[in-house]
Nanobody, 123 residues
Framework: QVQLVESGGGLVQAGGSLRLSCAASGRTFSSYAMGWFRQAPGKEREFVAAISWSGGTTYYADSVKGRFTISRDNAKNTVYLQMNSLKPEDTAVYYC????????????????WGQGTQVTVSS
């Protein structure tokens, strides 16, 4: 079992930055691939970024490539999403996800989800 708790969301102006954190419980965190998804009002949840268990492989949605960076610290059981050059269209609830298989995380998130953290970007 893995429990995920996101933090770091908030209100920021367009062009600003935020760093989201996702703290995971469980001794096997380092064996899980991790990902970030987001859901804007009235829209379906969409993939944002994913990272392999080692951190050596990352994937990004085209809409965030070059602006967002996913990373992880296995010693702290935490995955991060550094978001730069934020745009109003990045406004959404951001969710952390975990699964033993990276392709599953990229595809639909996987077995474990956090409760989400709100990110609002004002124009």
């Amino acid at each position: 079992q893995v429990q995920l708790v996101e933090s770091g969301g908030g209100l920021v102006q367009a062009g600003g930055s935020l760093r989201l954190s996702c703290a995971a419980s469980g001794r096997t965190f380092s064996s899980y691939a991790m990902g970030w998804f987001r859901q804007a009002p009235g829209k379906e949840r969409e993939f944002v970024a994913a990272i392999s268990w080692s951190g050596g492989t990352t994937y990004y949605a085209d809409s965030v490539k070059g602006r967002f960076t996913i990373s992880r610290d296995n010693a702290k059981n935490t995955v991060y999403l550094q978001m730069n050059s934020l745009k109003p269209e990045d406004t959404a609830v951001y969710y952390c996800a975990a699964d033993a298989r990276l392709r599953v995380v990229v595809g639909n998130g996987g077995d474990y989800w956090g409760q989400g953290t709100q990110v609002t970007v004002s124009s």
